[in-house]
Nanobody
């Protein structure tokens, strides 16, 4: 089993910064993608940023040049540095990991989600 624990959300004024962190633990053999998604009020969940081994990243157009995703592969963590925050960035942010883990009798790839952390951008 794999568990994801997120931290770093909160209330920030427009133009401010926050850093979200997500730590994956459990019987992980390998991770081939780590991402951050968000779901704003009345909206569908959307991809914010993703990173794969080797460091290739992709970002939603709405956050390019403001957000940076990074990982520590040795620790199985993924961070999201958010700068120049706007009210429209207000959402619950979810960590996502696609990992190869050890089960009771076999290894398997599966997708895992964190519990979500609230980010509110307001004056």
């Amino acid at each position: 089993q794999v568990q994801l624990v997120e931290s770093g959300g909160g209330l920030v004024q427009p133009g401010g910064s926050l850093r979200l962190s997500c730590a994956a633990s459990g019987t992980i053999i390998s991770i081939n993608k780590m991402s951050w998604y968000r779901q704003g009020p009345g909206k569908e969940r959307e991809l914010v940023a993703a990173i794969i081994p080797g460091g290739t990243t992709n970002y939603a157009d709405a956050v390019k040049d403001r957000f940076t995703i990074s990982t520590d592969n040795a620790k199985n963590t993924v961070d999201l540095q958010m700068n120049s925050l706007k009210p429209e960035d207000t959402a619950v942010y979810y960590c996502y990991v696609n990992a190869l883990a050890v089960g009771a009798t076999s290894k398997y790839w599966a997708q895992y989600w964190g519990q979500g952390t609230q980010v509110t951008v307001s004056s």
